[in-house]
């Protein structure tokens, strides 16, 4: 929400869904965290409990300045990728097989969190990177250039996915969300603050 005044919208909307249907808000689980150029204030409006300096919500950590959001995400994401590699690493799997239990059992916990944040910093990248193509080689010399493991099955390739390449896609699409909605959702104010955040917690100037 567009700070303190505009919180009376949704509070008149929940006050007139307790009336319709007898059911009555539980405030003192109701969380809120104070983000952008509100991020210093201390007020507690509504009487929701208004956290300090993170909320932790659907899965994903929120900081109200934008700093370390990427690594109390990231770091338990990569450490349960890394733990999935080193069960399956036991199985002697064909390059088919490895590459299914990457696409669907390893990189598939990333992309909930993509959706909503930008990826690390390049360099932790390179060695979740590192991780991925020592498994299938099984730490030997890449035998098969990386852009040719991630091209189609029909295109000779292996159907790889290329983690980068679908972070920002799944990002895109929240862009096109965000475009169409900007002017009547306000969800779209915490979606641009936190897309337009870079991996340091500044925001990007226009």
Known sequence: TKGKSSLLHPNTTLKHFELATGTKLNRDKCQGLWIGKDHQKT???LNFVWREPKLN??????NKDGRDQLQDNWTPIFQ???ETIHKWKRHNLSLKGKTTVLNTLVMSKLWHTAQVLRLPDEHTLKVLNNTIYDYIWNNAKTRINKKQLQ???IEGGLGLIDIETKAKSLQARW?????SNSETAPW???ANYYLNTDRDGRQAKH
């Open 80 to 82: 349960k990728m890394t």
């Open 188 to 190: 779209t104010d915490t």
């Open 151 to 153: 091209q189609p099955k």
């Open 57 to 62: 919500t659907l899965g994903i950590t929120f």
């Open 175 to 179: 862009a096109a969300k965000i475009l």
């Open 43 to 45: 007020t507690a409006p």
